[in-house]
């Protein structure tokens, strides 16, 4: 529609001042700022997700190494307590008073402890080639156990001190797994004498571990750090004993256990289950507790934390994005507003043509941007016929139906988008071609001239009995026309030669003589 490129041709300078513009950047600025505040709202979330993630890995490592430190503590005091009862067997059976003593009374000297110790499943006094000397079990075993590594350490290797053997599977009134831990016995010039030995029931470190509370899929280990496995929970008889050295996951933790603790995360391969594994070495033993809780645990209340932020991120956005739809809805209406209040400022109320004001702004953008490309244009000065006569002879009313009838011909026979039209004042039209030259002007004017002419609107006072227009054209030419006041003159002077020559006609401006 011509009206929409008048109003963007003739109109911006009259939009900035008015605030159009204003609205548009405050819509972007809105957006500018919605996209921002959500940057730093994501940017807050994650950073709040981050942190608690870090402190819910930190708070699991501490209570973690925690568990860790008190099944160590309870370990070294518990094996501390074992190998004070080893050095008290080797001090009474080779104190002379036990030489002494009859059989029952040597028994009662010896072991009479034993039974309050209940995970102690035997002790005994090994000979120098590893034969049962005595025993705390009734009758002395005839068998000799000198080629067993917790009797040949101690023969060929004098400093070793206190022995703890990997698990050994051992009948007595029932199957059992135990751990064998042995000293050696010197003679006065400090020859090997033999040992002493005590079997203690792995149940201890099952009873041990089974107080401790881990959490879902928690586990709980004493590993040797050569790789022999002494007891883990969930328990399974066919792990105890188990020598794991050769796995991949050991490999990898091979040289970190040599520390005295640490921890680390890794998949467990016999359940593929990740976990958080803390570790810490027992002093003076090759054993190594392991706590291992999973993943999952772990982060329970974190994930829990991130669902219910997620829901509320969801439901800011939510919020967010209708406030902003309601905010961007009502500018808009505000702009539009705007926009048909200038339209209505710009508009003649009656013929729905551009009025003076406005014609005055589109002429002068106009005339500047030809001053710039060197185009040209063609302007039409249109007036009605006699219409002064026509008010006075029909009334105010009619003569109003009049203008707007020939404002409405005008407006169909300018089909470029580039064209304009104003009323210029009274009964009086201006028409503005673009990169028309003189032919192209004629020719459209002689169209609005015809138009007006064929809706044969009665007029008496007319010499032709009906309305009628005259119209002046003049065609911009850079050697002549010094301003778009030049232009308009001249348009305005053939329009004079077109009255006066009868009128109902179009006449062009001709260039003057000198110019020529």
């Not at 976990?275 to 392991?290: C, E, I, K, S």
């Not at 706590?291 to 956005?317: A, P, Q």
């Not at 002007?441 to 007006?452: C, D, L, M, P």
């Not at 227009?469 to 006041?485: F, P």
Request: proline fraction near 3%; include cysteine; charge should be positive.
């Amino acid at each position: 529609m011509p009206l929409a490129t008048v109003f963007h041709l003739a109109c911006v300078q009259t939009n900035r001042a008015n605030g159009g513009f204003k609205i548009k950047r405050l819509g972007k600025a809105l957006k500018i700022s919605g996209v921002l505040l959500m940057a730093m709202v994501f940017g807050l979330f994650g950073w709040i997700l981050y942190t608690s993630h870090e402190e819910a890995r930190q708070y699991a490592i501490e209570t973690s190494q925690n568990i860790t430190l008190m099944a160590q503590r309870d370990i070294v005091r518990n094996i501390e307590i074992l190998s004070l009862s080893l050095d008290a067997l080797a001090n009474r059976y080779q104190s002379p008073m036990f030489r002494q003593l009859t059989y029952n009374q040597q028994h009662s000297y010896l072991f009479g402890g034993v039974a309050a110790a209940k995970h102690v499943v035997v002790m005994a006094v090994l000979d120098d080639a590893g034969k049962v000397v005595v025993s705390s079990l009734p009758g002395t075993p005839a068998n000799t156990y000198g080629e067993r590594l917790y009797f040949t350490v101690h023969r060929d290797q004098p400093d070793t001190g206190l022995y703890i053997s990997p698990p050994i599977s051992a009948k007595f009134d029932r199957d059992l797994q135990v751990v064998v831990l042995s000293k050696r016995l010197s003679n006065q010039d400090g020859g090997f004498a033999g040992i002493v030995v005590m079997a203690l029931d792995l149940t201890y470190f099952r009873e041990l571990f089974s107080g401790i509370l881990l959490g879902e899929d928690g586990v709980m280990s004493l590993y040797s750090r050569s790789g022999v496995v002494y007891m883990r929970l969930p328990y399974s008889a066919s792990m105890i004993g188990r020598d794991i050295s050769t796995s991949a996951n050991f490999l990898k933790i091979k040289s970190l256990i040599q520390q005295n603790s640490g921890s680390f995360f890794a998949q467990a391969i016999t359940d593929g289950i990740k976990r958080l594994y803390a570790f810490r070495n027992v002093p003076g033993t090759p054993l190594v507790v392991f706590v291992g809780r999973s993943d999952k645990h772990i982060f329970r209340h974190w994930t829990e934390s991130l669902y219910t932020l997620g829901y509320m991120m969801l439901l800011f956005m939510t919020v967010c994005v209708v406030l902003f739809h309601i905010l961007r809805n009502e500018l808009k209406k505000r702009r539009r507003a705007e926009e048909k209040l200038q339209e209505l400022v710009r508009i003649d109320d009656l013929t729905k043509l551009l009025n003076r004001r406005a014609l005055d702004h589109a002429l002068d953008d106009l005339w500047n941007r030809s001053r710039r490309s060197s185009g040209i244009f063609s302007i039409l000065f249109i007036d009605v016929d006699y219409f002064k006569f026509y008010n006075d002879t029909y009334g105010h009313q009619k003569g109003d139906e009049v203008l707007a009838a020939v404002s409405g011909v005008i407006s169909v026979q300018l089909p470029r988008s580039s064209d304009i039209a104003a009323r210029y004042g009274g009964e009086e039209f201006i028409v503005v071609l673009a990169e028309t030259n003189a032919n192209g002007t004629i020719f459209v004017g002689e169209k609005i001239r015809s138009a007006i002419e064929a809706l044969n609107i009665p007029h008496s006072k007319s010499q032709i009995g009906h309305i009628s227009v005259s119209i002046g054209a003049a065609v911009y030419d850079s050697a002549i026309h010094d301003s778009i006041n030049a232009v308009l003159n001249a348009a305005d002077s053939a329009l004079y030669k077109a009255k006066g020559s009868g009128r109902n006609k179009v006449q062009i401006s001709e260039r003057p003589v000198d110019a020529q």
